[in-house]
């Protein structure tokens, strides 16, 4: 019977941990504030930005919410980062994404102070992970390597195989499984004999954005699967990138979709904004 990876446990655990660490902060006279900016109301984007506000309320972190009409320019977002970089009162900046089609997500992106960076999606933090410096962690990896850490499995030695190559799952998930000394193998749409690859895994990450696209065939005898998508299925209840029946009788762990990976985002999200205080 497959170990079921519980992020909502997990993640639960993480926020408990850091409500502790914002205490002794705040007796300490010290005060986190994350901007979470929004443009336009997609339903999507206002239930991630809430979920991160009530977050926030929970571990003692001020959030000060900018909601901006979708009409808003470019320019005009970049003024307001630009001087959410300059208040210091301010610790972390979030730009919901994504952005309306007429905005710069990269330049945004870029404008943002990397030492507020709580997305760690500036090239900055990007760079930094790369060569092994301390900086902002992109979270939805960083909530992986949690979840691995958490539930006894190690990554060190192992063949680690990521499908998906993406800037804010795939290439963040390897160089941090690289930097847990995993055996890093990372394929994508080109990728030949993706089953064949993928049944090399000791531990396989599957970030592809296809529904319960990976079956029993992708997955060797004992792997750990990592399933990072969501999808809604026929029936409209929440699903991931793997078939988690077909394949669950064969890994020795593996995450649920919804209840895995998802709640970890946040979590990790929270770590990053009070990291800007442990500094
Ligand atoms: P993405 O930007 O669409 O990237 C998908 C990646 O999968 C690409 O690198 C693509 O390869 C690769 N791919 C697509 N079809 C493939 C195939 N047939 N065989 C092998 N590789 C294939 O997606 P993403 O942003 O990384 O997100 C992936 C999934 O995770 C989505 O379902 C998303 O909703 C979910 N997600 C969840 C969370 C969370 O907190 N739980 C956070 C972020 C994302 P190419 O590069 O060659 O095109």
């Given at each position: 019977m497959a170990q079921i990876i519980d992020g909502k446990l997990i993640s639960a655990q993480i926020?408990?941990?850091l409500k502790e660490e914002v205490k002794k902060i705040s007796e300490n006279g010290g005060h986190i504030c994350l901007a979470v900016v929004q443009v336009g109301d997609d339903p999507a984007s206002s239930v991630y930005v809430n979920n991160k506000k009530k977050a926030c309320a929970y571990i003692g972190i001020e959030s000060?919410?900018?909601?901006?009409?979708?009409t808003t320019t470019e320019a005009e977002l970049v003024s307001l980062v630009e001087e959410l970089n300059a208040d210091s009162e301010v610790n972390g900046i979030l730009v919901q994404l994504p952005l309306p089609?007429?905005?710069?997500?990269d330049l945004v992106i870029r404008t943002i102070s990397p030492d507020k960076d709580v997305d760690g999606f500036h090239p900055g933090s990007v760079g930094?992970?790369?060569?092994?410096e301390k900086g902002f962690l992109?979270?939805?990896?960083a909530g992986i390597i949690q979840l691995l850490k958490r539930s006894g499995i190690e990554i060190e030695g192992k063949e680690c195989v990521v499908i998906g190559r993406s800037n804010i799952v795939g290439k963040p998930m390897a160089a941090l499984l690289l930097r847990e000394n995993g055996t890093v193998t990372v394929a994508h749409s080109r990728t030949k004999n993706l089953k064949e690859v993928a049944r090399r895994a000791d531990i396989l990450i599957v970030a592809i954005g296809k529904r319960q696209f990976i079956n029993?065939?992708?997955v060797k005898d004992g792997a750990v699967v990592i399933d990072v998508g969501m999808h809604r299925d026929e029936n409209n209840k929440l699903c991931g990138d793997v078939d988690f029946t077909d394949v669950a009788d064969k890994v020795s762990a593996i995450t649920p979709v919804p209840g895995g990976v998802g709640p970890m985002t946040i979590a990790m999200l929270m770590n990053n904004c009070v990291e800007t205080a442990r500094r």
């Open positions: 926020k408990d941990e000060r919410a900018y909601e901006l009409p979708e089609p007429h905005i710069n997500e930094r992970l790369w060569i092994g992109s979270c939805t990896p029993a065939e992708y």
